[in-house]
């Protein structure tokens, strides 16, 4: 009688070794690595937004100071409420003159930017014409020159063509944005040269098919040029420190805010309280548009591919 060896009816997998089980990978690992990622994301996301908000709450803190406050070492990030460093720095400045004048200023810069962005964009973009490339990088090497280099020849220009301490010094220099141009032209070259030859055939004109067909499809990039046109006037400081100094009345908020440094020291409390009340109302501004910033830049980096 013989016996029958006993076998492994199982056959060998490859890449395994042999008597150990085969290792299978569940859901609940790509689940858990999932959230883990998601957590990480979010964590990070917070990080940077306090690192972001940081700088605010720091002016607050000052602006809400004791007197000499600002210089103790360490600080003291809790805040103490001192309010009369807010109807000190209010009463300081003609505050309601320099807001109006600083929304004036931004909003007819903002109107001229767009209207410049527009025009040269479908220019640039649309039509076809001798130079038209060279045009195109002559304009955008604007943005390699520093704008202080041109300080002083401005000034000069400005002060023989009458404009300083005026508006019109405020607004006219910033009321062609080369980004705008760039941006509004990328836009166009993504346009069907169908459409454009269909609104000729039906006998519309080049400003009624930029009216009409080229401005709705130009909407996200206007919304950046015109976010950034607004901020950009609104806190803009050495431009009119030094084109409009001389005359309080045509004076935006960033150079009333300049008027806490004198010789005699800087009111450091009072300086920060008009900080805050100055920045305030452009930060509800761009927390109201952010949603259609953002979609503007998304469809912007979609037509710059």
Known sequence: MTSTPLTDNTAPVAGRRPGKPARRRTGGDAVGSSRAWGLGRRALAVLIGLLFFAP????????????????????????????????????EAPWVRYFANTVLIASCTTALALATSVLAGFAFGVLRFPGRKFLTLLVLSVLMMPTTVLIIPDYILGSDLHLIDTYWIQVIPFGASVFGIFLVRQFFLGMPQELL?????????????????????????????????????????????????????????????????????????????????????????????????????????????
């Open 56 to 91: 605010l709450y720091w002016i607050f803190v000052v602006s809400v100071g004791r007197p000499g406050e600002f210089y103790d070492v360490p600080p003291d990030l809790l805040p103490h409420w001192n309010w009369s460093n807010y109807s000190r720095a209010w009463n």
């Open 197 to 305: 030859d269909a609104a000729s055939l039906d006998g519309a004109g080049r400003l009624r098919v930029l009216w009409h067909i080229g401005v709705p499809l130009v909407r996200p990039a206007l919304i950046i040029i015109a976010i950034n046109s607004f901020v950009g006037s609104w806190n803009s400081f050495l431009w009119p420190e030094i084109m409009a100094g001389g005359k309080t009345s045509v004076q935006p908020i960033e150079v009333g805010v300049a008027t806490f440094s004198t010789t005699n020291g800087t009111d450091i409390p009072g300086m920060a309280a008009a900080v805050t009340f100055t920045t305030l109302p452009i930060l509800i501004f761009f927390l109201l548009l952010q949603r259609q910033f953002i979609r503007g830049a998304l469809s912007a980096a979609g037509s710059l591919k």
